[in-house]
């Protein structure tokens, strides 16, 4: 179905409005898995071992923008689709608007080696039996869920 230009306009405009007042984010993570390894990263701007991953950019669908983030972030890039394991709501002292899609990704291939930049401090692989002491909650929770067989929360 075809819009006229004075529907789009009209719907771009309330798009806004509704994204202004509600100020939603989307977020996206993904969990990079080699048998019973996950690889975890340390941020520079946040404390502990997290999954890679970042925001969803307009025009982007939050596949893409994880497929996007992990290559960034560890310089791995998924073969093939990345299954979602589930939607999450994060609610922290900074917002209670974010949510996040965990994407998980079985088969990779190394497009460059990993290398340390300003935002990504460290990046390695780890067996899920031996997570670092301070990997994230959120990490260690759904690492728990996707390869321990956890039930999920709804909460990130």
Known sequence: MQLTTWQK?????????????????????VMLIDGQRVFLIRHSYLPGWHLPGGGVEPGETAAAAGA????????????????????????????N????????CREFSVRRPFRASFEILAGDWFDIKGL?????????????EVLGGHLPSPHW
């Open 9 to 29: 306009l009209r719907t771009r405009a309330y798009l806004f409005a509704v994204g202004t007042h509600r100020r939603m984010t989307l977020g996206v993570r």
């Open 68 to 95: 996007r983030e992990l290559f960034e972030e560890t310089g791995y890039a998924p073969v093939g689709a990345m299954p979602l394991f589930g939607l999450f709501h994060q609610d922290n002292s900074v917002t």
């Open 97 to 104: 608007r974010d949510h996040v899609a965990l994407y998980t």
């Open 132 to 144: 670092p002491d301070d990997t994230a909650d959120a990490a260690a929770r759904r690492i728990g």
